[in-house]
Antibody
Framework: QVQLQESGPGLVKPSETLSLTCTVSGGSISTYSWSWIRQPPGKGLEWIGYFYYSGSTNYNPSLKSRVTISVDTSKNQFSLKLTSVTAADTAVYYC??????????WGQGTLVTVSS | QSVLTQPPSVSGAPGQRVTISCTGSSSNIGAGYDVHWYQHLPGTAPKLLIYGNSNRPSGVPDRFSGSKSGTSASLAITGLQAEDEADYYCQSYDSSLSGLYVFGTGTKVTVL
């Protein structure tokens, strides 16, 4: 069974870049799509974007100008970069495996706080 | 940014049946896109409960069932148990914004 684990700084300063990595175990990252999803405090889930194993990406239009998702197949990892962060980007960030438009595996989530 | 609307909360006594609605529009559920459901306990990884409108992954009890009609979908929990107390989210695809996966607003299920 696939397992995912997020890692990265828990605190990022305003205007800087948020960088997170998701390590995948129990399955190859060279199949399926790999996504990032976030949940601001007290709010619902928001899809950030995905990287498809063929190399294509798709991002939430509201975040598209600031988001990059990339994959490192040698490490079985994929990453999220979100630039020019503000307090509104404070959230629990989840990585997930997409399988036919649904998410069949999720990480535990990591809280990222944007504050000076 | 949720375009799928769910009731904020539902509750029921142990053993009862509860349903959670997920209301969308002609650009998502009404366009024929599948609806999926997740159970989420704070601090843990969300868990896939229903995929493709009504299919249960292996290991999910048959107390959970899903359906879809028109621009809405529903999740039913029969024989409610204390361990079912959690947040539940529906999810689908929306074609109105260059391809966007959308989640519901979320529903807190309380077991009385």
């Amino acid at each position: 069974q696939v397992q995912l684990q997020e890692s990265g700084p828990g605190l990022v300063k305003p205007s800087e870049t948020l960088s997170l990595t998701c390590t995948v175990s129990g399955g190859s990252i060279s199949t399926y799509s790999w996504s990032w999803i976030r949940q601001p405090p007290g709010k619902g889930l928001e899809w950030i974007g995905y990287f498809y194993y063929s190399g294509s990406t798709n991002y939430n239009p509201s975040l598209k100008s600031r988001v990059t998702i990339s994959v490192d197949t040698s490490k079985n990892q994929f990453s999220l970069k979100l630039t020019s962060v503000t307090a509104a980007d404070t959230a629990v960030y989840y990585c997930a495996r997409e399988e036919g438009s649904y998410y069949s595996g999720w990480g535990q989530g990591t809280l990222v706080t944007v504050s000076s | 940014q949720s375009v799928l609307t769910q009731p904020p909360s539902v509750s029921g006594a142990p053993g009862q049946r509860v349903t959670i609605s997920c209301t969308g529009s002609s650009s998502n559920i009404g366009a024929g896109y599948d609806v999926h459901w997740y159970q989420h306990l704070p601090g843990t990884a969300p868990k896939l409960l229903i995929y493709g409108n009504s299919n249960r992954p292996s290991g999910v009890p048959d107390r959970f069932s899903g359906s879809k009609s028109g621009t809405s979908a529903s999740l039913a929990i029969t024989g409610l148990q204390a361990e079912d107390e959690a947040d539940y989210y529906c999810q689908s695809y929306d074609s109105s914004l260059s391809g966007l996966y959308v989640f519901g607003t979320g529903t807190k299920v309380t077991v009385l």
